[in-house]
């Protein structure tokens, strides 16, 4: 049976990993992502999980060697974040096309310049067109699950694609908070072994990861970016299985109180948990505020993101990542692109926030909105504005 | 351009773009980029074997009387043969017409 317990978010999801019974656990330590990893390594060396626990030079080694794992059949997992995220850079863009089911954890967190170690979304976003299915997590709980329904989505044979579950770095991956951890049988119900389509297998030879030659890359190219379209349907089929089984129903695009909403927030990660404090505040002043909150950030769901901005006049969307000479920031760009020239849609206004681990708080919200309305009569001259930033 | 046996298009492509049968690199003709080719000189040729261990593509094929021809479907004119043999008994002349 599953038990409620209080315990740190990092460590819940690590146990999650655990759950799932991984093979390879190919890591290097990074701040915030470190807890993660180092729980892992713990339960290998007491001999509670049965994997190969790789420690690797650098995070470019760690997804080398996820992808050599997953090509070989073995369930892998890693995590990292920020400057090892990008390290792994080169790597990454690889295990979409060839279709090895690696999970991993991304802590979200500034880049440098200047240092920090403190979250946003930056790291991610930079990543963010390298094809693997990626989902933001609000709460330890959330994290825990997510965790779960990846390998569940990620290794399905209809799928077959690497997964991300973005957790914010401190925010949500520090904090101890009560999660319901679910026992062995009830993820063993939920999660069945790993059976890849194709494996390393020296019985049965074959090539993975060939030249793409001008008659044959595009095609390549197009068949990875349908394969991940088409996980809409087993990333949704996912949940509401776990739902069935354990009664938490997750969406790709996730409400709270939008239903009449004029002015609706569109916020990703931890932060949405503020966001909805504020928006019952907003509430009780007799404002019709509303949030909308990304789960599902790629592939990303257009047709349930309009479903549920329903008839709102006016999106105020937060993004955690400053693009440096965009027209503005990515989620942003994203929603503006979903509604162009669609008849009826909201007016979008964009706002960067919380950058480099600055708080975010309800006042912060309350003053988005206000200013998303007072946009909406006057157009702004820029698209985005920087929230909290000091001129003088 | 290489012989490829169908117009492979996105959703007849194979999975994962992996190739599912080993060996499948002698289907591809590389002997089709060559701008320039090895003449071997049985004269000074001593069948020391040196340009069947350095080609690239297998292209040196030792013969019964233990001399060496070259493979045309597959050379591609690198001239790394020519370059290591102790004897000089390799030249790289241009392809004509």
């Known amino acids: 049976m599953a038990k409620r317990v209080g315990i740190e978010v990092s460590i819940a999801l690590a146990e999650a990993v655990k759950l799932a019974n991984v093979d390879v656990i190919p890591a290097y330590p990074i701040t915030p992502q470190t807890h993660i990893v180092e729980h892992l390594s713990e339960v290998v060396a007491n001999g509670e999980l049965d994997a190969e626990f790789v420690l690797v030079e650098s995070e470019h080694g760690a997804m080398s060697c996820c992808c050599g794992s997953s090509a070989a059949g073995a369930r892998t997992f890693t995590s990292s974040s920020a400057q090892g995220l990008l390290l792994m850079s080169e790597i990454l863009f690889i295990p979409g096309p060839m279709r090895f089911p690696i999970v991993m954890a991304v802590v979200n967190r500034a880049l440098s310049a200047p240092i920090s170690i403190w979250n946003d979304h930056q790291d991610i976003m930079s990543q963010r067109d390298i094809g693997w299915i990626q989902t933001f997590a609000d709460t330890g709980q959330e994290a825990f699950d997510l965790m779960l329904h990846a390998f569940r989505v990620a290794e399905d044979r209809r799928v077959s694609l690497p997964m991300i579950v973005n957790i914010d770095g401190f925010t949500l991956s520090h904090v101890v908070e009560a999660v319901e951890l679910l026992s062995q049988e009830e993820v063993d119900q939920y999660l069945p072994p790993f059976k890849p389509r194709y494996r390393l297998d020296p019985r049965k030879p074959i090539t993975m990861g060939p030249v793409g030659i001008p008659e044959i890359y595009s095609e390549a190219k197009v068949a990875h970016n349908e394969a991940l379209k088409a996980s809409k349907k087993v990333i949704l089929q996912g949940w509401k299985e776990f739902a069935d089984l354990f009664g938490r129903q997750y969406n790709p695009i996730e409400t709270y109180r939008s239903e009449d909403a004029e002015v609706l927030l569109v916020t990703m990660g931890s932060i949405s948990e503020t966001a909805m404090t504020a928006i019952d505040t907003m509430r009780d002043k007799g404002q019709k505020a509303g949030l909308v909150k990304i789960r599902l950030w790629r592939p990303f769901p257009g047709p349930e993101f309009r479903k549920a901005a329903g008839k709102a006049k006016i999106l105020a969307v937060v993004d955690r990542c400053l693009a440096p000479g965009a027209i503005c920031g990515p989620v942003g760009a994203e929603l503006r692109s979903l509604f162009y020239k669609v008849p009826g849609a909201p007016k979008i206004f964009n706002f960067i926030a919380g950058l480099g681990g600055r708080d975010v708080t309800v006042g912060r919200f309350e003053e988005m909105v206000d200013k998303a309305l007072v946009f909406a009569k006057k157009r702004p001259k820029e698209l985005y504005e920087v929230i909290g930033v000091r001129e003088k | ?97």
């Not at chain 2, 060996?23 to 002997?31: P, Q």
């Not at chain 2, 001593?46 to 070259?70: H, L, N, R, S, V």
């Open chain 2, 1 to 97: 351009m290489p012989n490829t046996d169908a117009i492979i298009g996105w959703k007849t492509i194979t999975f994962g773009c992996h190739v599912m049968e080993p060996g499948s690199s002698v289907k591809f003709r590389t002997g089709d980029w060559r701008s320039q080719r090895p003449v071997i000189d049985n004269e000074k040729c001593i069948k020391c074997g040196i340009c069947w261990i350095y080609c690239p593509d297998m292209a040196c094929i030792q013969t019964e009387d233990g001399f060496f021809e070259i493979d045309l479907e597959y050379c591609k004119g690198c001239g790394i043969c020519a370059h290591e043999c102790p004897k000089d008994a390799i030249t790289i002349v241009p392809e004509e017409g």
